[in-house]
């Protein structure tokens, strides 16, 4: 199982990032996919997941309405569109992959390698 993270860099506040998260050694819609975040000195937080079933998605309230997840399945890979950036948002940007219920509670098994978004002007 590997998941690569992409797409992260510098952006203005109110600017776009679209991330990737490209996965191989298994199938991508068997599971759900988490997206989280990691400020400097702060922990570690969820920031969006979408299902493997019926693509439920779900969002940190801190993103919503700025953030949506995706997946193309015939890609196995699962994008993070991210609008109306914050300088808050600054953070390197994970993705992970497990069964729903361990994604949701933020204890995914399997992790990629992160890449990092900064927002600042």
């Known amino acids: 199982v590997q998941l690569v993270e992409s797409g992260g860099g510098l952006v203005q506040p109110g600017g776009s990032l679209r991330l990737s998260c490209a996965a191989s050694?298994?199938?991508?819609?068997?599971?759900?996919i988490g997206w989280f975040r990691q400020a400097p000195g702060k922990e570690r937080e969820g920031v969006s997941c979408?299902?493997?079933?019926?693509?439920?998605?779900y969002y940190a309230d801190s993103v919503k309405g700025r953030f949506t997840v995706s997946r193309d399945n015939a890609k196995n890979t699962v994008y993070l569109q991210m609008n109306s950036l914050k300088p808050e948002d600054t953070g390197i940007y994970y993705c992970?992959?497990?069964?729903?219920?361990?994604?949701?509670?933020?204890?995914?098994?399997?992790w990629g390698n992160g890449t990092q978004v900064t927002v600042s002007s």
């Open positions: 992970a992959t497990d069964y729903l219920g361990r994604v949701v509670a933020g204890t995914p098994d399997y």
């Open positions: 050694g298994f199938t991508l819609d068997a599971y759900a």
């Open positions: 979408i299902g493997n079933n019926d693509d439920s998605t």
